[in-house]
């Protein structure tokens, strides 16, 4: 690659572990692909045997990532005590967890997703209309991982290229950038979205800073927020075990909260075994992304996550929380002692950025920056 990669081309290569190309053709896009009446997958989505998985490797009895109740919070006392142990337990052994009675409402996440759903349903003519036109911006393009593409399509609502300044007057750069006319109403719908997921992400920084035992301010203070959203859909594929609907990887910012359609296809690494996340309605699925990993002195865990692809369409929506270019991210000194001296190496997050978009790792790529005792 070797590009200069400014904060919004990492952001998106820390998101999610790839990179999009910008240039590819209308007719290139996967939907369009599908559309037009596949019934074999096309070369170039076809992944090497070893980064292949047959659904049945993931059959069988599970356990379940936890669920995490926040109206238990009403009660500031035991209920809250209680919440805050269970986000301790879920991020030190899973680095994810479903959150319930998280204060967005049902009808906002509905009208949301359905947007999401009306937006990759729009004729082919009218989705290119917001092609995304430069790394890193806003706009509809194709996730790539390795040498074969993954198997989904994106509409990123979020400028993630750097180039605009966070605005303070919409709290801490929270905006959605992408004005979609078509469908109709999904402006709307997702802006109230974004406002509703916007008080989550505050919600869960203090929750977070208060299960590692520091006040709620803490990591708000040590890593400014800026959040945004990805829209991303799997098309039904003819051949899913030739496939990957979006490959291994960890989040490389704050955290990431995701809403995903009625269909299985996520599943989260845990004990070196991979685990389906079974959706629950109205429920957001939680996971700890690299930087919390880091501030946090290795203590919750960057989840490792993936996608799988299926015969039937899945969409998620994935909201990400990362931090400022400039911002130095370290184990927080609070978190650490002679016992527990710092496990990372502290970093810019520019660098870290750089790093996370030039490696040819998707995962563990925070092992480069531990420091060997
Ligand atoms: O499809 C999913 O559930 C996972 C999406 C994801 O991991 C990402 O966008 O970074
Ligand atoms: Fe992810």
């Not at 109403?185 to 109230?192: P, V």
Request: contains cysteine.
């Amino acid at each position: 690659m070797g590009r200069d990669l400014s904060l919004a081309h990492g952001q998106e290569i820390m998101q999610s572990g790839n990179s999009i190309d910008t240039a590819a053709k209308p007719e290139d896009m996967l939907l369009s692909i599908v559309e037009s009446g596949i019934e074999q997958v096309p070369p170039e989505f076809i992944k090497p045997p070893h980064e292949r998985v047959s659904r049945l490797d993931s059959e069988g009895p599970h356990e379940q990532i936890p669920v995490i109740d926040l109206a238990m919070l009403d009660d500031k006392g035991a209920g809250k005590r209680q919440v805050l142990a269970e986000i301790v337990r879920a991020c030190e052994e899973w680095g994810c967890f479903h959150l319930i009675n998280h204060g967005v409402p049902a009808q906002v996440m509905d009208a949301a997703m359905d947007a999401t759903k009306r937006f990759f349903a729009l004729p082919a003519v009218e989705r290119e209309k917001y092609r995304m036109t430069k790394i890193g911006g806003k706009g509809y393009g194709q996730a790539y991982v390795g040498k074969a593409k993954d198997w989904n399509d994106r509409l990123f609502l979020t400028d993630f290229s750097g180039e605009e300044e966070p605005n303070p007057d919409r709290g801490c750069a929270f905006s959605y950038d992408l004005v979609l006319t078509n469908p109709p109403g999904a402006q709307e719908a997702l802006a109230s979205y974004g406002e509703a997921m916007h008080k989550l992400v505050q919600i869960t920084l203090a929750l977070l800073s208060e299960a590692l035992g520091q006040t709620p301010e803490f990591l708000s203070s040590k890593l400014p927020s800026l959040f945004g959203t990805v829209l991303t859909h799997y098309p039904p594929c003819p051949q899913p075990d030739l496939v990957m609907g979006l490959a291994p990887h960890e989040d490389g910012g704050i955290f990431t909260f995701l809403q995903q359609s009625n269909v299985l296809g996520l599943e989260v690494l845990k004990d070196g075994r991979w685990v389906p996340v079974q959706p629950v309605a109205h429920a957001f699925v939680f996971m700890v992304a690299d930087l919390v990993q880091i501030v946090s002195n290795d203590r919750f865990k960057s989840v490792t996550h993936r996608a799988l692809a299926g015969p039937i369409a899945r969409t998620v929506m994935a909201n990400f929380t990362a931090t400022v270019k400039d911002a130095v991210i370290q184990p927080a000194p609070e978190l650490c002692s002679d016992r527990n001296p710092p496990a990372f190496r502290s970093v810019v997050y520019k660098e870290f950025l750089k790093y996370l978009g030039t490696t040819d790792l998707h995962v563990h790529r925070l092992e480069a920056f531990r420091l060997r005792q």
